[in-house]
């Protein structure tokens, strides 16, 4: 038995799962017999609640041995959990929290490698360019797509892409990782590859095509013209509450489940995966645990990111400028709730399209019930950081649509009136200091504080809101709403005054 760490509890590693208390799931398959027909870029805690987690699922049932999944980190932020995984065997522990306090532990064993690209480029771009490897997923969070906002292109402004063009060996981009395992593949007569997105953007594979299209094209046109051929991008829906792993969270475990698992992962009891069924190469046959596999997502994406992303952030922002920590601390304020579904009710389901099968007011219950949560504390603070890409995709989307149609828009200006006030002040309601977390943290503050002398300052920042601060009926409800926030900051008293109709 390996050396006992931390109180005498055994660390989590394939030769101590036998230690492992009862009641605690692990994998019933032979790890040793599977390769990795996936890499995933990204190997953050939802990659490791979703897709790592169906995958194992499928191994459990039916072996899916060729379907291993080789983790890969691009960034030098993920040399800690590729430390931590190499240490487990890559093995992991994936909690599930119920909202009447039961809770769930099981060992992951999906996962089967992991390669720090920016640490050696050659090694991941050898994983993708393996012949076992068919599928590349990717998390690369919704601002990792690397899209001029403005015109919906590549952005070859970015260093990085230009260090990419540079030195298509060593590149540090997901663009530059996919581009150079691609032409390997075709100068070895490999099929080409999936790439499949899970990230929240509506067409995410569409998307994912284009950008890499238009990275390849600038290197190698013919390449370009071979992926665009044979490679497939599955436009997918995503979903499964994940919050951050605190540090409880891995005392409990240890304590539980008489391993110790250095990063586990929590989550809600909810799964849901949506995908259109185009692969290049073969997939796993992840319907047998519950995968949708359609023709076409866009209605099951729209709804998702506009009801359910959108509504983290209404309560992030809101939450956060009054002072609660945690999304589930949201929902059990009466006001907050009530604000929540009025939002969902009143403006972003009129601009929904119907989904199949789907009763969205049942939708939405269950949403809030999701939310409210007691025992997933998901942090306003997760919610808020790198707002810059998300509210262009969650949120600001159905105030244009609303804008087009002559609907109201009331409740999710005061969401972006709230996080303008935030971008300038960067404190809450009480002057209490908030964390910031955003790759466009500078332009977000000098495009705020020129308020309140020019209340549309912070509208004025293209690469977020478009063109939208033309739009008289939005700019003008905007700038008396964050003149009003500036005039008193109790947010609470704004989102009071919109619920009863005095604006
Ligand atoms: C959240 C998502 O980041 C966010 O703002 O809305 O991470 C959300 O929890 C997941 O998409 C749930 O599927």
């Not at 039961?102 to 720090?116: K, P």
Request: glycine share 8%; proline share 5%; aromatic share 8%.
């Amino acid at each position: 038995m390996s050396a006992a760490r931390d109180g005498g509890v055994p660390p989590l590693r394939q030769e101590n799962l036998h230690l492992l208390a009862d009641g605690v799931g692990r994998p019933s398959y032979d790890r040793s017999r599977i390769q990795a027909g996936i890499v995933h870029v990204g190997v953050g805690g939802f990659h490791r609640s979703h897709e790592a987690y169906y995958t194992d699922a499928l191994m459990n049932r039916s072996g899916a041995s060729a379907w291993g999944i080789c983790g890969v980190g691009l960034r030098e932020a993920d040399r800690r959990i590729g430390e931590i995984l190499k240490a487990q065997d890559h093995l992991y522990t994936l909690i599930v929290k119920h909202p009447q306090g039961r809770i769930e532990r099981a060992v992951i064993g999906s996962l089967v490698d992991f390669v720090l690209g920016c640490h050696d480029p050659g090694a991941a771009i050898a994983r993708m360019a393996h012949a076992d490897t068919r599928i590349v997923s990717l998390t690369i969070t919704e601002g990792g797509y690397n899209f001029d906002p403005a015109t919906g292109d590549f952005d070859f402004s970015n260093v990085e892409v230009r260090h990419d063009l540079e030195h298509p060996a060593s590149p540090r981009t997901v663009f530059g990782f996919l581009t150079a395992a691609l032409r390997m593949r075709r100068s070895r007569d490999l099929p080409a590859l999936t790439i499949q997105s899970c990230d929240n953007i509506q067409h995410n594979g569409d998307l994912t095509r284009r950008m890499l299209l238009d990275f390849a094209r600038e290197q190698d046109a013919e390449l370009a013209r071979w992926i665009e051929g044979e490679a497939r991008f599955p436009n997918a829906m995503v979903d499964r509450i994940t919050p951050v792993t605190t540090p409880e969270d891995v005392a409990d475990l240890a304590a539980e489940a008489g391993l110790r698992d250095e990063w586990p992962v929590t989550c809600e009891p909810f799964a849901q995966w949506v995908i259109e069924d185009q692969f290049a190469n073969g997939r796993p046959a992840w319907e047998e645990v519950g995968v949708h596999f359609v023709a076409d997502v866009t209605p099951y994406e729209k709804m998702k990111i506009r009801l359910l992303n959108a509504g983290h952030s209404v309560l992030g922002w809101l939450g956060a400028i009054h002072g609660h920590k945690t999304i589930d601390g949201c929902v059990a304020d009466p006001l907050f709730a009530t604000y929540l579904r009025r939002f969902l009710d009143v403006e972003a389901t009129p601009v929904l399209d119907p989904v199949e099968g789907i009763d969205l007011e049942r939708y939405k219950d269950e949403l809030v019930g999701r939310f409210g949560n007691p025992n997933i504390k998901d942090s306003v603070a997760r919610i808020c950081l790198e707002s810059s890409a998300k509210l262009p995709k969650f949120l600001i989307p159905t105030i244009t649509e609303n804008l087009a149609q002559g609907g109201s828009i009331r409740f999710a200006t005061l969401v972006i009136a709230a996080w303008g006030y935030y971008c300038a002040k960067a404190v809450d309601g009480q002057g209490a200091p908030l964390e910031f977390v955003d790759a466009m943290e500078r332009e977000l503050h000098q495009a705020a504080r020129g308020t309140p002398e020019d209340s549309l300052s912070f509208l004025r920042l293209e690469a977020v809101f478009g063109d939208l601060v033309h739009d008289h009926r939005f700019a003008t409800l905007y700038s008396e709403m964050i003149q009003g926030l500036y005039d008193n900051p109790d947010i609470a008293r704004a989102m009071r005054a919109l619920l009863s109709g005095e604006r």
